[in-house]
T-cell receptor
Framework: DTGVSQNPRHKITKRGQNVTFRCDPI?????LYWYRQTLGQGPEFLTY????????KSRLLSDRFSAERPKGSFSTLEIQRTEQGDSAMYLC??????????????????FGPGTRLTVL | GENVEQHPSTLSVQEGDSAVIKCTYS??????FPWYKQELGKGPQLIID?????GEKKDQRIAVTLNKTAKHFSLHITETQPEDSAVYFC????????FGTGTRLQVFP
């Protein structure tokens, strides 16, 4: 399968615990995005990477959230001290993009199946 | 801030009829407008997109129109089929994608 993959698909945790999600993008894509989607809403942008550099973070990304893409391939999203309000679907997407700075690329973002997080 | 409004939230049509979903965006600098289809338990899948220098684009039964002056764009699905049933999201982008709240489309046989 050459699409975007995410693991785990489902995670149930108790409030206060830390969780980590993984995203494997399409291999030749240099851009990787994280979104959060709550029930009945569209995806909300959290952050994105170009190669290993984290270029933008949303105000939604509190200091309990951290994302990494250490080698410019897979990415992890960690949530520390989870709260019930963190319950959502966490989506990852990847795309081709400009390898240097400047205007954004129009290239299509391919989404993974998401990780559904439930915080009890 | 940047905002995308989407209507209707639910839409039910008979198989073979047309379906239209409308979106309005707030940031006049937005220059790319994709539409995504999301089925239960899956991530969004791009079905069609349009750039700000184009007014209309068609791909088989699906078409998108863009009115930059009014900051409106619409998705048109003709000859709907039961497998078109899903949630559809519009989005607008200047630097990052801002999604609408989605339209649940049900196509009845």
């Amino acid at each position: 399968d050459t699409g975007v993959s995410q693991n785990p698909r489902h995670k149930i945790t108790k409030r206060g615990q830390n969780v980590t999600f993984r995203c494997d993008p399409i291999s030749e894509h240099n851009r990787l995005y994280w979104y959060r989607q709550t029930l009945g809403q569209g995806p909300e942008f959290l952050t994105y990477f170009q190669n290993e550099a984290q270029l933008e973070k949303s105000r939604l990304l509190s200091d309990r959230f951290s994302a990494e893409r250490p080698k410019g391939s897979f990415s992890t999203l960690e949530i520390q001290r989870t709260e019930q309000g963190d319950s959502a679907m966490y989506l990852c997407a990847s795309s081709l993009g400009a390898s240097s700075g400047g205007s954004s690329s129009y290239n299509e973002q391919f989404f993974g199946p998401g990780t559904r997080l439930t915080v009890l | 801030g940047e905002n995308v409004e989407q209507h209707p939230s639910t839409l039910s049509v008979q198989e073979g009829d047309s379906a239209v979903i409308k979106c309005t965006y707030s940031d006049s600098a937005s220059n790319y407008f994709p539409w995504y289809k999301q089925e239960l338990g899956k991530g969004p899948q791009l079905i069609i997109d349009i750039r700000s220098n184009v007014g209309e684009k068609k791909d088989q039964r699906i078409a998108v129109t863009l009115n930059k002056t009014a900051k409106h764009f619409s998705l048109h699905i003709t000859e709907t089929q039961p497998e078109d049933s899903a949630v559809y999201f519009c989005a607008a982008r200047k630097n990052k994608l801002i999604f609408g709240t989605g339209t649940r489309l049900q196509v009845f046989p």
